[in-house]
């Protein structure tokens, strides 16, 4: 932070006189501050305490049984937009206080920290110049910057509401066409990358296209198609052997492309999704295709009735195809470019990108969007006339694979040595209450239990002991 603020006050002074006041245009700053505080027990490994059966000698006989989680973290998130030129504009993202490569979170109860702790923690996640009507057409903007809509099944890069609060960004150029009735949106950058050697360069690019349809104020649909590249490391045009040790010089080609669209009419609102992976993995020595596919539908009806207020059921289902039977390495799972789909309070909250994931990471049990996946929930919400700032839910939620051989724990037909399981990850039962107090200020509580499902207690053994997760947690969001 103190550099940034050096270096602009540097620029500042040497900038002729006469370009000072031009140096900053039009400078705006907005952001968010938000607080997360989560209580929760048995997360990682569904058990409270040892169970006795199995030879625990006491209450303290098993002392990785402890696992309990009491925590409360803020992240900040600051934008500086302003005009370099009349139609060339500059944004600046500062975040503090978000887990996974996004700064570090100050845990609530921990000590004081100093300027220079502060500034080692805050990382510049947008860094990027938007040019106005490239050919007279296009908008583009160039650099790191964020990408999609919160809760997307296939694209998203952002800040995110999980454990732990992460933020992820996208290297990338992006160009915006907004005509009458569609809007084209283009990217093609990179999510990694490496120095370039003999051998090749092990970097990853993200192409894509997005066409939006804005004829119909109740329906609006969109096309998309994303293709990510992942450069081989071996020697050009070699293919992988293994038992050679050649490692294989032809890149992987992975594509998704779906429709998705947003009705609402009256009280009706709705949302239904279709996508498909095609494309070839070449990483492996026999090379395989994707041919994974996902489909995602959503449905709510908000009911006014006088005197008592507004209330809204709703109900959702996903399914997300699985791997058959072990042979073609996942690539029939279902897969997103980097998705935001965490449905349920829980499950949502500990998905693979949070500080903890649900099951420790094991077996992936973990919310991954809809791979490998069909997952269903239905609910209420309901804001009274009295407290039109108020409104209260209660949810049901249940998970579970659609395959289980490529988890590594069983296979279909079951195979000597193997073990058929049960498909079923949990169920879930959340109650929420948000209190709106403005616009930009909301506060919301959750309390939830998980019930692990079949599954678990098939990969535990019959005589472990079993025990729900457990979470209270309140949150609190400050935009400015």
């Known amino acids: 932070m103190k550099k940034l603020l050096g270096t602009t006050l540097a ?14 245009k039009n ?13 929760a027990r048995n997360v990682v490994d569904f058990v409270t305490r040892p169970n006795h059966a199995t030879g ?8 990785t049984n402890n696992d309990r989680i009491g925590h409360a973290t803020t992240r900040v998130i600051v934008k500086t937009d302003w005009d370099i030129l009349d ?54 903007t160039a650099g790191r910057q964020f990408y999609g809509e919160e809760g997307d099944l296939v694209i998203y890069y952002g800040p995110r509401d999980a454990y732990g609060m992460r933020v992820d960004a996208l290297d990338i150029f992006r160009a915006d ?19 370039v050697t003999a051998n090749g360069n092990a970097a990853t690019d993200l192409r894509g296209v997005a066409v939006s349809c804005k004829m119909h104020e109740m329906v609006k649909p969109t096309l998309y198609v994303y293709n990510q590249v992942v450069h081989a490391v ?15 010089g032809k890149n992987t080609n992975f594509w998704i492309a779906g429709l998705k669209a947003k009705l609402a009419m009256g009280g009706l609102s709705a949302h239904a999704e279709f996508a498909m992976n095609r494309g070839e993995d070449r990483t492996a020595a026999v090379n395989t295709s994707y041919k994974g596919w996902a489909m995602l539908g959503k449905a709510a009806y908000k009911l006014d009735v006088p005197n008592l207020g507004m209330l809204t059921p709703w109900g959702e289902f996903g399914y997300g195809t699985g791997d058959s ?64 700032k108020l409104t209260a839910g209660v949810a049901f939620w249940r998970y579970a694979f659609n395959r289980l051989s490529d988890n590594g724990i069983t296979a279909d037909p079951p195979e000597a040595g193997w073990t058929r399981h049960s498909r079923n ?56």
């Open 325 to 388: 039977n072990g042979t073609y390495a996942g690539n029939r799972n279902f897969r997103s470019v980097n998705t935001d789909y965490r449905p349920g309070g829980i499950y949502g909250r500990f998905d693979t990108g949070a500080a903890i994931a649900l099951g420790g990471g094991a077996n992936a049990l973990a919310s991954n969007g809809l791979s490998n996946r069909t997952i269903w929930g239905i609910g209420l919400k309901a804001t009274p006339a009295a407290l039109d």
């Open 56 to 63: 625990g000698a006491g209450p303290g006989a098993a002392a």
């Open 177 to 195: 066409w907004n005509g009458e009735h569609m809007m084209v949106t283009g990217i093609a950058g990179k999510t990694a990358d490496t120095v």
């Open 27 to 39: 400078f705006k700053v907005s952001g968010n501050l938000d607080i997360q505080t989560t209580s």
């Open 11 to 24: 620029l500042a002074m040497f900038v002729p006189a006469g370009a000072n006041a031009e140096l900053l």
């Open 234 to 248: 071996g020697g050009l045009g070699v293919t992988t052997d293994g038992g050679n040790g050649r490692v294989s």
């Open 425 to 480: 990850i949990g169920s879930e039962v959340d109650v929420t209450a948000e209190w709106k107090h403005s616009e930009n200020v909301s506060l919301k509580a959750t309390a939830g239990t998980f019930k692990p499902g079949a599954y678990i207690a098939d990969v535990k053994g019959a005589n472990a002991a079993l025990n729900p997760v457990v979470m209270l947690a309140g949150d609190v969001s400050i935009k400015f």
């Open 87 to 140: 139609d060339v504009h500059a944004r600046v993202t500062l975040v503090k206080g978000a887990e996974g490569g996004a700064g570090a979170a100050r845990v609530y109860g921990a000590g004081a920290q100093s300027v220079n702790d502060i500034q080692d923690a805050t990382i510049l996640q947008e860094a990027n110049v938007k040019i106005d009507k490239v050919f007279s057409l296009l908008d583009v």
